[in-house]
Nanobody, 114 residues
Framework: QVQLVGSGGGLVQPGGSLRLSCAIS????????MAWFRQAPGKQRELVAS???????GYPDSVKGRFTMSRDNAKKTVYLEMNSLKSEDTAVYYC????????WGQGTQVTVSS
């Protein structure tokens, strides 16, 4: 019933930028804090951004100052603007609620390479 579909990833050079989107269907998104997660090869999935139901975002130190999360409740979509990308940002990016109440959906691959 609930579908989480990420898009917007791709290959980008170090220092470049990407804007990811994640469309959420079958979910009352407006009531929940949302988040972006990523999983790099050989590593655990990690939180990279979160946003409250009222639009206050937070980030871990690894991406703070470079990533910006936003939400559009009317479009049932969350976004992640990524700037000054580094090779260590290479991963598959997924969205979910902050507490991860839904099964993981379709992620989008981000590859940062010169």
């Amino acid at each position: 019933q609930v579908q989480l579909v990420g898009s917007g990833g791709g290959l980008v050079q170090p220092g470049g930028s990407l804007r990811l989107s994640c469309a959420i269907s079958g979910h009352n998104m407006a009531l929940y804090a949302m988040a972006w997660f990523r999983q790099a090869p050989g590593k655990q999935r990690e939180l990279v951004a979160s946003i409250t139901s009222t639009g206050t975002a937070g980030y871990p130190d690894s991406v703070k100052g470079r990533f910006t999360m936003s939400r559009d409740n009317a479009k049932k979509t969350v976004y992640l603007e990524m700037n000054s990308l580094k090779s260590e940002d290479t991963a598959v990016y997924y969205c979910n609620t902050l507490t991860r109440i839904y099964a993981w959906g379709q992620g989008t691959q981000v590859t940062v390479s010169s």
